[in-house]
C-alpha cells in the first residue's frame, strides 16, 4: 500500500475528509476510489459516494474478497445514514462472514454495529441487543467501542431506562474524546441532549407541563393511570393494554381520562371520536358497541361505567389520572420525532419505522411541507424528506481506520 493511500485513510479515521481527497482526488485505483467514496459520503454526497463505492468493489479482483466486503460494509452505513432501512441485509451478513473468517474482528464488529443500529431504528429493540451481544468491545479500536455505545444507549433511551442510556453515553464519550474523532464526539453530545429535552406533556386537572424522559420514566413506574398519547398505550404499575391499532378505543379512553373523575356526555364522544355534528340513532349503538370493546381491553386496569348523561372512566386501583401526550400538540408528530434526527429520510424507510403504509406517511409529509414544517429534495426513489435547516455534515458515518485500508 503506498503513503498516499495510507495517509488518506488516516485523514478520514480522524474525521478530516478534505485531507483525504487532497491527497487522492484524481487517482482511479480501487482502494482510491473506495476512500472517496467515503470521503463523499463524510461530506454528505450520499449518491456519489455510493456509485465511488460500487465502482471500487468491481474493480477489487476476485482474490480481493476483504477489500470487497469493506466496500459492502461502507456502502451499508452510506445506506444507513441517508435512512435506506430496505437495503439487504444478506449482503451485509456476507460480508461481515468474510471479514470475520479472513481475522478481521473490527470491521466485522463494525458490521455487527450497523445491523443492530437498522434494527434500532425499526423499533426491533430485541433483535438489536442480540446482534450486539454476539461480540465483546473491549479489544476494539475506540471508535467501534464508542459506536456500539451508541447504539446500547439508543435501545435504553427507546425503553426508558434514563440512568443505563446516561450510563452508556458517558461511556461512548470517552472513547470518542479519547479517539480525537470530533464528528463521533458530536453525535454522542446531540444524543445526550435528548436526556435534557422535553419528552412529552403532562396533562392533569392542575393544566400541563412540560416533563423530561427521567420524568416519564417515573410517571410511568408510579401507581398513576396513564394514557400515554405518545405511543397510544394505557398503563399502570407495569399492566399495559396497547391500543395503536384501535384508534377509536383510544380516543374514548383519552376523552374519559381528560375529564375523571367525572364522565363525559354521549353527544361529546359521539363528536369528538366519529367527528360528526349530527348525531342519531345509528352513532349511539356505534358509541356503545366501542365502549363494549374498551371495556375489554381495560379490563385489567379499569372499568368504564355508564352514567345519566354518558360515560366515565373508574381505574381500579389508581388514585391518579394523567395523559402524556406529545411536547407538541402537533398532527403528524409520530413523523416528525423520526425526522428530529437530523438525517434525511426516504418514505419508504419512514413507513418501515413507523409500522404503516407507505401512502400513509406521504400523505403526512405533504401535509407537513405544506406548513414548511419538513422539506424534501431529489426525486423519485431518491426524495429525500428532512426537518430544516439541511445538516451540514453527517454525523453517523464514521467508519473505523482498517476500512479505509490500514
Known amino acids: 500500500?503506498?503513503?498516499?493511500?495510507?495517509?488518506?485513510?488516516?485523514?478520514?479515521?480522524?474525521?478530516?475528509?478534505?485531507?483525504?481527497?487532497?491527497?487522492?482526488?484524481?487517482?482511479?485505483?480501487?482502494?482510491?476510489?473506495?476512500?472517496?467514496?467515503?470521503?463523499?459520503?463524510?461530506?454528505?454526497?450520499?449518491?456519489?459516494?455510493?456509485?465511488?463505492?460500487?465502482?471500487?468493489a468491481r474493480a477489487f479482483g476476485a482474490s480481493e474478497?476483504?477489500?470487497?466486503?469493506?466496500?459492502?460494509?461502507?456502502?451499508?452505513?452510506?445506506?444507513?445514514?441517508?435512512?435506506?432501512?430496505?437495503?439487504?441485509?444478506?449482503?451485509?451478513?456476507?460480508?461481515?462472514?468474510?471479514l470475520e473468517a479472513h481475522g478481521d474482528p473490527v470491521n466485522a464488529a463494525h458490521a455487527r454495529y450497523l445491523a443492530a443500529r437498522r434494527l434500532l431504528l425499526l423499533g426491533r429493540l430485541d433483535e438489536a441487543e442480540r446482534a450486539l451481544a454476539g461480540f465483546d468491545a473491549a479489544p476494539l479500536p475506540l471508535a467501534s467501542r464508542a459506536a456500539r455505545e451508541l447504539v446500547n444507549a439508543g435501545i435504553a433511551l427507546r425503553r426508558l431506562r434514563t440512568k443505563p442510556a446516561r450510563a452508556a453515553l458517558a461511556r461512548a464519550s470517552y472513547a470518542a474524546r479519547h479517539a480525537g474523532i470530533p464528528a463521533l464526539l458530536a453525535e454522542i453530545d446531540d444524543a445526550a441532549r435528548v436526556l435534557d429535552a422535553p419528552a412529552?406533556?403532562?396533562?392533569?386537572?392542575?393544566?400541563?407541563?412540560?416533563?423530561?424522559?427521567?420524568?416519564?420514566?417515573?410517571?410511568?413506574?408510579?401507581?398513576?393511570?396513564?394514557?400515554?398519547?405518545?405511543?397510544?398505550v394505557v398503563c399502570q404499575s407495569g399492566t399495559r393494554a396497547a391500543l395503536a391499532k384501535r384508534p377509536v378505543l383510544f380516543a374514548i379512553a383519552r376523552l374519559l381520562a381528560g375529564a375523571w373523575p367525572g364522565d363525559v356526555s354521549r353527544d361529546t364522544l359521539i363528536a369528538e371520536v366519529f367527528r360528526t355534528g349530527y348525531a342519531d340513532e345509528s352513532h349511539r349503538v356505534r358509541l356503545r358497541v366501542e365502549i363494549g370493546r374498551l371495556r375489554t381491553e381495560l379490563q385489567a386496569l379499569a372499568g368504564v361505567g355508564a352514567t345519566k348523561r354518558g360515560f366515565a372512566l373508574a381505574p381500579h386501583r389508581?388514585?391518579?389520572?394523567?395523559?402524556?401526550?406529545?411536547?407538541?400538540?402537533?398532527?403528524?408528530?409520530?413523523?416528525?420525532?423520526?425526522?428530529?434526527?437530523?438525517?434525511?429520510?426516504?418514505?419508504?424507510a419512514l413507513a418501515l419505522a413507523l409500522g404503516t403504509s407507505q401512502r400513509s406517511v406521504q400523505r403526512a409529509l405533504d401535509a407537513l411541507a405544506a406548513t414548511g414544517k419538513v422539506q424534501s429534495f431529489g426525486r423519485g426513489r431518491a426524495r429525500r424528506w428532512l426537518s430544516p435547516p439541511v445538516p451540514g455534515f453527517p454525523t453517523s458515518l464514521l467508519l473505523p481506520a482498517p476500512l479505509q485500508g490500514d
Open 65 to 98: 474478497a476483504v477489500a470487497r466486503a469493506k466496500c459492502v460494509i461502507a456502502e451499508a452505513e452510506i445506506a444507513l445514514a441517508s435512512r435506506e432501512l430496505g437495503w439487504p441485509v444478506k449482503a451485509l451478513d456476507a460480508a461481515r462472514a468474510t
Open 200 to 232: 412529552a406533556r403532562l396533562i392533569t386537572h392542575g393544566g400541563e407541563r412540560l416533563i423530561r424522559l427521567e420524568d416519564v420514566e417515573a410517571l410511568l413506574a408510579s401507581n398513576a393511570f396513564v394514557i400515554d398519547a405518545c405511543r397510544h
Open 318 to 348: 389508581a388514585d391518579q389520572v394523567v395523559v402524556l401526550a406529545p411536547p407538541f400538540d402537533e398532527r403528524h408528530a409520530d413523523v416528525l420525532a423520526l425526522l428530529a434526527d437530523g438525517e434525511s429520510w426516504s418514505s419508504s
Open 1 to 56: 500500500m503506498d503513503s498516499l493511500i495510507t495517509a488518506a485513510a488516516r485523514a478520514l479515521a480522524a474525521g478530516d475528509p478534505l485531507g483525504a481527497l487532497n491527497r487522492i482526488a484524481l487517482r482511479e485505483d480501487a482502494s482510491a476510489l473506495a476512500l472517496r467514496g467515503i470521503a463523499m459520503a463524510q461530506l454528505g454526497d450520499f449518491v456519489r459516494a455510493k456509485a465511488l463505492l460500487q465502482r471500487a
